[in-house]
């Protein structure tokens, strides 16, 4: 029972999901559904809320390694868990100026936009600015002249970002308006709009037509190993 | 007296210029205003077609026509009623999905100049009644084909499970997942199971968790531990029951562990701290990456890299691909992730179904050969024929205008 009945919840309402996009009448339903997935993933915030608490407060109660995150990660959750919750200094909103808590909780100037602001940005922006240093070590790796695959991938690489720059339009603007396309930007539009385009078509062909069949299986029940395998 | 009437007759002389004026700025109307019932919809929707007004050239500055606005009205109504939607200069259609099914209307439009005059109305002369359809013709090439993939994928599977025999190709990726949890079993090590950052109601999620039961399966059958982060709270409690009940499978009920599954945050770049930091202080001998990624892809994988790890990793997002290629060790493209489920089962019913895209496939390369002729001869000899069944290509059976041209 524990296994047929999601099964079968899963099968019936896709099935007619699947049919309803064809019937102009119910294809709203679709979007009904998933509101009602909304509804569902907020209930579920709350267990993985109660989740970070009783892992970081474990942590911190055996006193394991880097038990000193955890309390920073405690602090910093139930912090602007409150401020936000509350809406610490927070003004009413225009409209009802007699309700304390009709504002907006992320107004400039308040405690959880400060926090969001000054401490959680700068913190995001931390870590995808080191994006930029991992793509340096992983195209080093990935553009050493190991064998012919590699040297056609340098090559086209090489063209594709000289392509993109200034300097690539610097060095090759004297080639005459006739022959454009043999200047790197000319190159570079050829090689994106012909051959990564055609590669990136492929793909996305697989793509869809995996998804298809990885939906038709879990709907058939053909695929059950998301509920465990047999 | 005398004075009183001269100042009359500027008055009026002035009052005529004035209007003069304002009719010599009077734009041209647009013309031939058609209003057709739109096709594949509940009735609410009157899609018009109209000619720019003469005056409607962008090789004029200043613009002699700013914007166009439409009327609408019931026949038999008496009065036109100005539609919200204002259009810019060059607009040719517009869509009223304000309409009410089965009730007939009538449309018009005038052209506005920058002075805000308006032109003359330009008026349908049919009145257009939207109607009620019971099915979208706007799908219905969509839905052929996927009644030709979704029925070759089940006649397959069937076949598959009559006995009859399969060839499927080896896939490196998931030859490898053995060799993966092999490893990490030896170094005493855990296995980091990153199912991407979407929720559980993404495709890619719920084939990132189907890896997982096969991968945890063999976790449980090797002895090893499996961590399971997880950036949404459902995908965290799937994954808990997933992973449970593959220990349950393999017979190790008694080493799951549910706390090794757990939620770390929402947040894109929060949740790659997060599992940056398990990577670097667990040091996990092999980190599966399997489902929807966006720009942390490389900055897993990369931290996956430096720590030694044996990497696997599947994902549709084709622009992260390049990212995975560079930094794991074996990279599920596209169709083959979809497919891992099903290859790691063995199970024969299964492996149908790769079967089964394959005449998708089929389906696909055909169309782009005949599409790729035509369109050639089209470029070389412009042949009504040619264009004609090009147009049905591109329209009809790629596009959105129904069954036939």
Not at chain 2, 69 to 86: H, Y
Not at chain 2, 329 to 346: H, V
Request: charged residues 15%; glycine residues 10%; proline residues 4%.
């Amino acid at each position: 029972m524990k296994r047929t009945l999601p099964l079968l919840i899963a099968s019936i309402t896709g099935f007619v999901l699947i049919v309803a996009n064809f019937i102009p009448k119910i294809q709203s339903w679709g979007d009904i559904v998933t509101n009602w997935f909304d509804i569902v993933a907020g209930f579920a915030f709350v267990l993985g809320a109660a989740n970070i608490l009783k892992l970081h407060l474990q942590k911190i109660s055996d006193r394991r390694a880097g038990w000193g995150y955890s309390g920073v990660t405690i602090i910093a959750f139930l912090g602007m868990l409150a401020v936000g919750l509350f809406k610490v200094g927070v003004p009413p909103a225009e409209k009802y100026p007699t309700h304390s808590w009709s504002g907006y909780y992320l107004h400039e100037g308040g405690p959880f936009w400060w926090g969001f602001q000054y401490v959680f940005l700068p913190l995001a922006a931390t870590m995808f600015a080191m994006l930029a240093f991992y793509i340096a070590s992983a195209a080093f790796r990935a553009f050493r002249a190991k064998n012919t695959e590699a040297v056609i991938l340098l090559v086209t690489a090489f063209i594709v970002l000289l392509g993109r720059t200034y300097a690539g339009t610097y060095l090759t603007q004297g080639i005459p308006e006739e022959y454009a396309w043999l200047r790197f930007e000319g190159i570079t539009e050829i090689i994106m709009n012909v051959f990564n385009l055609a590669g990136n078509r492929a793909i996305m062909i697989g793509i869809g037509l995996g998804v298809v069949s990885t939906s038709l299986k879990v709907l058939l029940g053909v695929d059950r190993s998301y509920l465990g395998t047999e | 007296m005398q004075r009183i009437r001269n100042r009359l007759a500027l008055a009026i002389l002035l009052s005529m210029l004035g209007t003069g004026s304002a009719l010599a700025a009077s734009p041209a109307p647009p013309s031939n205003l058609v209003a057709l019932d739109a096709p594949g919809d509940v009735g609410k929707k009157v899609i018009l077609k109209w000619e720019l007004s003469p005056d409607d050239t962008p090789d004029v500055k200043p613009r002699k026509v700013i914007s166009y606005i439409l009327f609408r009205k019931l026949a038999g109504d008496s009065k036109f009623t100005k539609l919200e939607d204002e259009l810019t200069y060059q607009a040719t259609t517009f869509t009223d999905d304000e309409c009410e099914p089965g009730k007939s209307y009538l449309y018009e439009i005038v052209a506005v100049a920058p002075d805000g005059s308006h032109s003359t109305a330009a008026t349908t002369t049919e009145a257009v009644i939207p109607d009620l359809e019971y099915f979208d013709t706007n799908k219905a090439w969509f839905g052929v084909l996927l009644l030709i993939v979704c029925g070759s994928v089940i006649y397959f599977i069937e076949s598959a499970r009559s006995g009859k025999e399969l060839k499927i190709r080896k896939i490196a990726g998931l030859e490898a997942v053995d060799e993966a949890v092999g490893r990490a079993t030896e170094m005493g090590r855990p296995i980091l199971f990153v199912p991407g950052i979407l929720d559980i109601n993404d495709i890619q999620t719920i084939a990132g968790i189907t890896v997982l039961s096969r991968v945890a399966h063999l976790a449980a059958e090797y002895g090893a531990q499996i961590e399971v982060p997880t950036s949404r709270s459902l995908v965290m409690t799937t994954a808990r029951e997933t992973v449970e009940a593959s220990f349950l499978a393999a017979g190790r009920p008694d080493a799951y562990n549910e706390d090794d599954i757990y939620y770390l945050t929402d947040e894109q770049f929060g949740y790659v701290a997060g599992v940056q930091g398990m990577m670097v202080r667990e040091k996990p001998a092999a980190c599966f990456y399997m489902g929807a990624f966006f720009a942390e892809s490389l900055l897993l994988a990369e931290t996956g890299n430096s720590i030694g790890a044996i990497q696997v990793a599947g994902t549709a997002m084709p622009s992260q691909l390049p990212f995975f290629v560079a930094a794991c060790d074996y990279t599920l493209i596209g169709e083959e992730f979809f497919a891992a489920s099903a290859y790691l089962s063995g199970e024969t019913h299964q492996l149908g179904s790769l079967k089964g895209q394959d005449v998708g496939k089929v389906v696909g390369v055909v169309l782009f050969g005949i599409g790729c002729v035509i369109a050639t001869v089209v470029t070389l000899t412009d042949n009504a024929s040619a264009v004609a069944i090009l147009d049905f290509l591109k329209n009809n059976l790629l596009g959105s205008e129904g069954f036939l041209p």
